[in-house]
Nanobody, 124 residues
Framework: QVQLVESGGGLVQAGGSLRLSCAAS????????MGWFRQAPGKEREFVAA????????LQADFVKGRFTISRDNAKNTVYLQMNSLKPEETAVYYC?????????????????WGQGTQVTVSS
């Protein structure tokens, strides 16, 4: 069992930065892949980035490449999403998720545990 709690969301101006954190409880954190997803009002949830259990492999959506970075610290049971050059259309609730697939995945169906989400609002 893995419980996830996101933090770090808030209000930021376009072009600004935020770092999201996702703290996990449970002894199996270091053996699961972690992902970040987001869901804007009226839209479907979409994949943002994922990282393997070791941190050695990452996957990112095309629209965040070069701007967002996913990382993890297994000693702290925490995964991070550094977001730079934010755009107003990236306003959404951001969720972290944990999964046991063999490698980081883009599909939400590959993740077994989800956090409650943290709101990110980017003003123009």
């Amino acid at each position: 069992q893995v419980q996830l709690v996101e933090s770090g969301g808030g209000l930021v101006q376009a072009g600004g930065s935020l770092r999201l954190s996702c703290a996990a409880s449970g002894r199996t954190f270091s053996s699961v892949n972690m992902g970040w997803f987001r869901q804007a009002p009226g839209k479907e949830r979409e994949f943002v980035a994922a990282i393997s259990w070791s941190g050695g492999s990452t996957l990112q959506a095309d629209f965040v490449k070069g701007r967002f970075t996913i990382s993890r610290d297994n000693a702290k049971n925490t995964v991070y999403l550094q977001m730079n050059s934010l755009k107003p259309e990236e306003t959404a609730v951001y969720y972290c998720a944990a999964g046991r697939a063999a490698a980081p995945r883009q599909s939400g169906y590959e993740y077994d545990y989800w956090g409650q989400g943290t709101q990110v609002t980017v003003s123009s």
